[in-house]
C-alpha cells in the first residue's frame, strides 16, 4: 500500500511536539493557537492519537506550553517535553497511564528548537537550540534524580538541526542554523558514563 490518507481532525495546530509512544498510539502537545491581532498564542493542549481507530483523544494539558521544544519518551514509558518559546526553561512530564503531569527540574539554559536524545542508561541529552541568539550549551537530564547536569558544549551553535543516538551511544549531530545561516556542518559526540 503506497498512499496517504488523511486523519480526523485534531484540535491544536502549530509547532508540536510528536511522538510514538510505547503502545503504538501518537502523542502530539504544545503548540500555538490564534490570538488576538495575528499574535499566536500559547497551547498546553495535549492529544493521544490512535492510528487504528483514527480517533484522537484529548489528555490533560501541559503546565506549560512548548512549542518549539522538544520531547522524548523516556524508558519508563514517560514523556519529557523542554523548552519551548513561552517558558524555554521549563520541563515537563507526563504520565500516560495516570493522564497526569508532574513539573521536572528546569533546565539550566532556555532553548527552543533544541533537540533531545535519549541515551542508552535512560538519561536526556538535551542541546543546542536558540535563547535569543543560537545556543551552544548540552545538558543531561536524569529522570530518577531530577536533576540536569552541565556538559561539554557543541563545537558549533545550532537550532533546528537534527541529532540521533548511534548504536555506540555517540550523538551524531548535523545541520540546522548558526546565527543567521546555515549550519551545514555536522558533529559527533560521546558522552562520558554516569
Known amino acids: ?14 509547532y508540536l511536539a510528536l511522538l510514538r ?3 503504538g498510539r501518537v502523542f502530539v502537545s504544545g503548540g500555538l493557537g490564534a490570538g488576538g491581532a ?3 498564542r500559547p497551547v498546553g ?16 494539558a501541559a503546565p506549560a506550553s512548548h512549542a518549539r521544544g522538544a520531547a522524548i519518551v523516556l524508558r519508563d514509558g514517560r514523556v519529557l517535553l523542554t523548552g519551548g518559546l513561552f517558558d524555554a526553561r521549563a520541563a515537563d512530564l507526563y504520565d500516560v497511564g495516570t493522564d497526569s503531569w508532574i513539573g521536572a527540574a528546569a533546565m539550566r539554559e532556555g ?3 533544541h533537540q533531545a536524545v535519549l541515551l542508552g542508561d535512560g538519561s536526556v541529552l538535551v542541546l543546542g537550540g536558540r535563547g535569543p541568539l543560537p545556543v551552544h550549551s548540552v545538558e543531561r537530564y536524569d529522570p530518577g534524580r531530577n536533576l540536569w547536569q552541565p556538559l561539554r558544549d557543541l563545537a558549533t551553535e545550532r537550532s533546528g538541526f537534527t541529532a540521533t ?9 548535523v545541520g540546522g542554523f548558526a546565527s543567521e545561516h546555515a549550519a551545514g556542518s555536522g558533529e559527533v559526540y560521546q558522552p562520558c558514563a554516569r
Open 1 to 14: 500500500m503506497d498512499t496517504w490518507t488523511a486523519t480526523t481532525p485534531k484540535r491544536t495546530v502549530g
Open 45 to 60: 493542549d495535549t492529544e493521544v492519537y490512535d492510528p487504528v481507530q483514527d480517533r484522537w483523544r484529548a489528555t490533560a
Open 165 to 173: 543516538r548511534a548504536a555506540d551511544d555517540r550523538i551524531v549531530v
Open 21 to 23: 509512544l510505547d503502545d
Open 111 to 113: 532553548r527552543q528548537g
Open 38 to 40: 495575528d499574535v499566536p
